[in-house]
C-alpha cells in the first residue's frame, strides 16, 4: 500500500502560481511512477503531467505545457507540481497518483495508476 497526500491548493488570481506537493508513505516511493490528474465540477477527470520512477522523464496535457512543471524528490517522498501562469480555466481538484507498472507509455490514462490522494482544491479568479 502506498498512501499519498496532496496539499498546496488554495485560491490565486489568474497570472498567479501555486506549488501542489504529494507526500506519499508507504512503499518505497521510488519504485513508483507518478502522476497528476485533474477534476474540475461536472467534467471527467483529466491528466496534467506525470514522471516516471526515475525522474528522467516528464510527460506533460498540451494544455498545461509550459506552464506547469512536475519534480520529484525520492529521497524525501516527495512529488510536486509547481502552476504558473494560471487561468480559470486550472479551477479543479489536482489529485496525485502512483503506478507500479514497468511501462509508463500509458501515462495519462487513470486507469492503470494504483494509488490515489484525497486531492487538494486549486481555484484561479479571473
Known amino acids: 500500500q502506498v498512501q499519498l497526500v496532496e496539499s498546496g491548493g488554495g485560491l490565486v488570481q489568474a497570472g498567479g502560481s501555486l506549488r501542489l506537493s504529494c507526500a506519499a508513505s508507504g512503499r518505497t516511493f521510488s519504485n513508483y511512477h507518478m502522476g497528476w490528474f485533474r477534476q474540475a465540477p461536472g467534467k471527467e477527470r483529466d491528466f496534467v503531467a506525470a514522471i516516471t520512477w526515475s525522474g528522467r522523464t516528464t510527460y506533460y496535457a498540451d494544455s498545461v505545457k509550459g506552464r506547469f512543471t512536475i519534480s520529484r524528490d525520492n529521497a524525501k517522498n516527495t512529488v510536486h507540481l509547481q502552476m504558473s501562469s494560471l487561468k480559470p480555466e486550472d479551477t479543479a481538484v489536482y489529485y496525485c497518483?502512483?503506478?507500479?507498472?514497468?511501462?509508463?507509455?500509458?501515462?495519462?490514462?487513470?486507469?492503470?495508476?494504483?494509488?490515489w490522494g484525497q486531492g487538494t482544491q486549486v481555484t484561479v479568479s479571473s
Open positions: 497518483a502512483a503506478d507500479s507498472g514497468l511501462q509508463f507509455s500509458d501515462y495519462g490514462n487513470g486507469q492503470r495508476y494504483d494509488y
